[in-house]
């Protein structure tokens, strides 16, 4: 399942897709306690949806997309390990232009993994769909996606680039197919799989707030073609 404080940030950035600063500039100063503030508010469950939402909308583009780029940064469990096996063959069907193979490797994420990448990825097609570069929107979550340790830096921005080229409606089913593992599989917080089972009415608790949210989202902002 897609982690609640992902859906808060991407519902927030729906009307700020197209805008010239999105994941170009770097937040302000003073903005630093006003991001920390918000992802431990979210963190630790210290919130009421609407007004949570409506505090995002109140911030800037740049606190929105630093948050966004914090939630993969911060996680303890990349979506992608830069010295696997899996990672060097990825990259060898990104330079191969073996798409098929791409899509292959995707499928074969964990759950929590695919559904995080699918739903980042319909959030930044969109982007590019509102006119923003693919090269900056991977230059932005290449370095956050994979952990440390990639033998060319540039991997990580190179095989988002592909990423981001995928078919709009591979990415769909993508994330159809993730939310389709049943929310004991699938639940995480954004820091990793949760150690502990939950109780039945949490997990119920924790759906119905995300779909909630999610009706808030205007997924159409997501799933346009992308610009050639």
Same mark, same amino acid.
């Given at each position: 399942?897609?982690?609640?404080?992902?859906?808060?940030? *991407?519902?927030?950035?729906?009307?700020?897709?197209?805008?010239?600063?999105?994941?170009?500039?770097?937040?302000?100063?003073?903005?630093?306690?006003?991001?920390?503030?918000?992802?431990?508010?979210?963190?630790?469950?210290?919130?009421?949806?609407?007004?949570?939402?409506?505090?995002?909308?109140?911030?800037?583009?740049?606190?929105?997309?630093?948050?966004?780029?914090?939630?993969?940064?911060?996680?303890?469990?990349?979506?992608?390990?830069?010295?696997?096996?899996?990672?060097?063959?990825?990259?060898?069907?990104?330079?191969?232009?073996?798409?098929?193979?791409?899509?292959?490797?995707?499928?074969?994420?964990?759950?929590?993994?695919?559904?995080?990448?699918?739903?980042?990825?319909?959030?930044?097609?969109?982007?590019?769909?509102?006119?923003?570069?693919?090269?900056?929107?991977?230059?932005?979550?290449?370095?956050?996606?994979?952990?440390? !340790?990639?033998?060319?830096?540039?991997?990580?921005?190179?095989?988002?680039?592909?990423?981001?080229?995928?078919?709009?409606?591979?990415?769909?089913?993508?994330?159809?197919?993730?939310?389709?593992? !049943?929310?004991?599989?699938?639940?995480?917080?954004?820091?990793?799989? *949760? !150690?502990?089972?939950?109780?039945?009415?949490?997990?119920?608790?924790?759906?119905?707030?995300?779909?909630?949210?999610?009706?808030?989202?205007?997924?159409?902002?997501?799933?346009?073609?992308?610009?050639?």
């Amino acid at each position: 399942t897609v982690p609640t404080e992902l859906v808060f940030y *991407v519902s927030a950035l729906a009307n700020k897709l197209n805008h010239h600063d999105l994941y170009v500039t770097s937040p302000e100063t003073e903005e630093i306690e006003v991001i920390d503030n918000i992802k431990k508010l979210l963190r630790n469950g210290e919130y009421d949806d609407d007004e949570m939402l409506e505090h995002l909308w109140m911030q800037s583009t740049n606190v929105l997309c630093q948050l966004m780029k914090d939630f993969f940064a911060d996680s303890k469990f990349k979506i992608f390990e830069a010295e696997s096996d899996s990672m060097m063959s990825l990259m060898q069907a990104v330079r191969c232009c073996n798409t098929s193979s791409v899509q292959d490797h995707l499928i074969a994420l964990a759950p929590n993994q695919r559904s995080q990448l699918a739903f980042l990825l319909q959030h930044l097609q969109g982007a590019m769909a509102a006119g923003r570069s693919p090269g900056e929107l991977a230059d932005a979550f290449g370095s956050v996606l994979v952990s440390q !340790g990639s033998k060319n830096k540039n991997d990580p921005k190179e095989m988002l680039e592909k990423l981001l080229s995928l078919d709009v409606t591979f990415v769909r089913d993508l994330l159809d197919a993730s939310k389709n593992t !049943g929310p004991e599989a699938g639940y995480s917080t954004m820091l990793g799989p *949760v !150690g502990t089972p939950r109780s039945k009415a949490f997990s119920k608790m924790i759906e119905e707030r995300k779909n909630k949210l999610l009706q808030n989202c205007d997924i159409k902002l997501f799933t346009h073609s992308p610009k050639n």
